[in-house]
């Protein structure tokens, strides 16, 4: 089978035909028309195997996570998403392995209205290269320099169970974890759930977001260079699953929710007078959103607290280039 069989077979027969697409797979370029009075978000993610998942992963799953994660993005910059380009490096041709791939992607793809307008297939070490194009109003788009001293720090959902999703997936033992929320765990490692709701509720409500890939602090962090401020965190505050703290304490919870990376979850900051409409957005999603501390004037760096006194706790989130995780 050619390169061009392979596309027209598992990529070229998507359900979602999007009127914006003036010319899509099969030329040189695609042709998109953007709405009025909107700017063009666009970000790449690339996921290699042995760095970014295990080489024995479940395709679907995988092809979910390739383009969740760059979903991810756009809803941290309160994007819409609307199409997305993949170019896939196969050590083989597996028919089946593609099959499954094509289907956990382009469902994801499907579900947020999304279609795939190109990419590329070649042969080597598997790697997926993902490229995703939204659209925001004019002037709304969320960024990370825009946060001042005073605002409150808000993130979504539980981060930290991707982390020891990954955690178990090498091999930890958790027995005092439940078989249920062990799965949860891996589920939310493998097939995240990008906040695209959530990140265009907040434009016009949160002064800066990003998502968190590399671990809460660690990205926390580039919010605080863009913003020039510094921020305290209050670890009672933060939003623990309950079970994971009774399985392996407090204080390693805090850890893993602080560090762990891998969860695609929204973090962001509200003025005080924003405060108010987190709590609508959160009942609108069914989504928790938890303030865990705020921003204070001076250096960009992060003091943790618990019960208002300075707490002492390692932290090192995602980098590519080190050795120290």
């Not at 979910?64 to 979903?71: D, E, R, S």
């Not at 795939?116 to 320099?145: C, E, F, M, N």
């Not at 090498?170 to 490692?189: D, E, K, M, V």
Request: net charge negative; hydrophobic share 45%; charged share 15%.
């Amino acid at each position: 089978m050619s390169e061009f069989d392979l596309i027209d077979k598992y990529f070229f027969q998507q359900v979602t035909q999007r009127k914006d697409v003036i010319l899509g797979i099969g030329d040189d370029c695609a042709l998109l028309s953007m709405p009025a009075k909107a700017q063009l978000a666009v970000s790449t993610d690339t996921l290699v195997s042995g760095v970014h998942f295990f080489a024995d992963v479940d395709p679907r799953a995988l092809g979910h996570k390739a383009l969740a994660v760059n979903i991810s993005d756009l809803a941290a910059m309160g994007a819409t998403p609307a199409w997305v380009s993949l170019a896939i490096t196969l050590p083989e041709l597996n028919e089946a392995w593609l099959s499954e791939f094509a289907q956990g992607f382009l469902a994801l793809a499907e579900y947020y209205g999304m279609q795939l307008v190109g990419g590329d297939t070649t042969k080597g070490p598997l790697s997926i290269t993902v490229t995703v194009h939204g659209h925001v109003p004019q002037g709304k788009a969320l960024t990370r320099h825009q946060a001042k001293a005073g605002d409150w720090i808000y993130v979504s959902g539980q981060p930290g169970e991707a982390s020891l999703g990954l955690q178990l997936l090498q091999g930890l033992s958790a027995s005092g974890l439940s078989a249920n929320t062990q799965q949860h765990c891996i589920n939310r490692l493998q097939q995240p759930t990008p906040r695209v709701v959530i990140g265009a509720a907040l434009r016009g409500v949160a002064s800066a977001c990003i998502d968190i890939s590399d671990g809460l602090a660690q990205d926390l962090g580039h919010i605080l260079a863009a913003s020039h401020c510094g921020a305290d965190i209050h670890l009672e505050q933060l939003p623990l699953n309950a079970d994971i703290v009774n399985a392996i304490a407090f204080e390693q919870a805090c850890r893993l929710c602080l560090a762990g990376g891998d969860d695609y979850e929204l973090l962001f900051t509200v003025p005080e007078e924003q405060r108010s409409q987190i709590e609508v957005i959160a009942s609108n999603t069914g989504v928790p959103l938890t303030c865990i501390g705020r921003l204070v004037a001076g250096k960009p760096e992060l003091t943790l607290k618990l019960d208002n006194q300075h707490y002492q706790l390692p932290l090192a989130g995602w980098d590519h280039f080190s050795d120290k995780k």
